[in-house]
């Protein structure tokens, strides 16, 4: 029999019992996001109805982008929770999001504040110093 891939429970993807709230938070979040970005768009253009059915499909959508961004990529909860509007979007939109993309090297949590110091070496090229 071939050696099927179970995935891991979903349960053990979230931490603690803690991040639960967290996570339905921004399910629900990147979800309601999603439909007012449709609703925005000029009319006839990938307008999308709201559906329980497409409620649904997008809710697996955000489940499947959490379990990679935890399983596969590594990522805490806070991360893979703030990344899921960009990833669900990507989706709908048919387009490509994830390691695919340039890595980013640094990531700040929503909320943060973070000074950036711009300073100009000898060759003219400047450099960003985070502080």
Same mark, same amino acid.
């Given at each position: ?17 803690? $991040?639960?709230?967290? &996570? !339905? ?8 996001? $999603?439909?007012?970005?449709?609703? $925005? ?11 329980? !059915?497409?409620? +649904? +499909? ?30 669900? +979007? ?21 909320? $943060?504040?973070?000074? &950036? ?15």
């Amino acid at each position: 029999m071939a050696n099927v891939h179970t995935p891991q429970p979903f349960g053990e993807l979230l931490g603690d019992k803690a $991040s639960l709230a967290a &996570v !339905t938070q921004g399910f629900l979040d990147a979800i309601a996001d $999603s439909y007012r970005t449709d609703a $925005s768009r000029r009319e006839g253009y990938m307008r999308t109805q709201v559906t329980d !059915t497409e409620t +649904r +499909r997008r809710f697996a959508l955000c489940e499947r982008w959490f379990r990679t961004f935890r399983a596969e990529y590594g990522w805490g909860v806070r991360r893979s929770v703030e990344m899921l509007p960009s990833a669900l +979007r990507a989706d709908l939109d048919g387009l490509k999001f994830g390691r695919d993309e340039p890595e980013v090297s640094t990531w700040v949590p929503r909320g $943060s504040e973070v000074e &950036v110091q711009v300073e100009e070496n000898p060759h003219g090229v400047h450099d960003e110093v985070g502080n």
